[in-house]
């Protein structure tokens, strides 16, 4: 199973980030810088973990697309992109 929602989030994100946009969530979480989106990323990390443990299947996956969104957003602060991920995890598979 192929998740292109992945990479059309990648796209979107890189977009958002190119506009400038003081109204976009994701251009404002980029510009506050790499610092910022680090801690976005854990505090994402730990509501996946405690929703794990304790919430539903629902809550899981909300936090699970939240964490994986931060991490993208992340991946483009470092220059980096979802392809860059896939391969290493293509490398790793073989």
Same mark, same amino acid.
């Given at each position: ?5 992945? %990479?059309?989030? @990648?796209?979107? $994100?890189?977009?958002? $980030? ?18 910022? $989106? ?27 697309? @939240?964490? $994986? ?13 979802? @392809? @860059? ?8 598979? %073989?």
């Amino acid at each position: 199973m192929t998740c292109e929602i992945l %990479r059309e989030l @990648d796209e979107v $994100i890189r977009r958002r $980030i190119k506009s400038s946009d003081p109204n976009s969530y994701t251009y404002t979480i980029y510009s506050k810088g790499v610092h910022y $989106i680090v801690r976005k990323v854990g505090e994402e990390a730990v509501e996946l973990a405690v929703a794990s443990l304790a919430e539903g299947r629902g809550r899981v996956v909300e936090e699970a697309a @939240d964490l $994986i969104y931060h991490v993208l957003v992340l991946l483009a602060a470092q220059g980096l992109s979802l @392809d @860059d991920v896939c391969a290493e995890l293509e490398r790793r598979r %073989r």
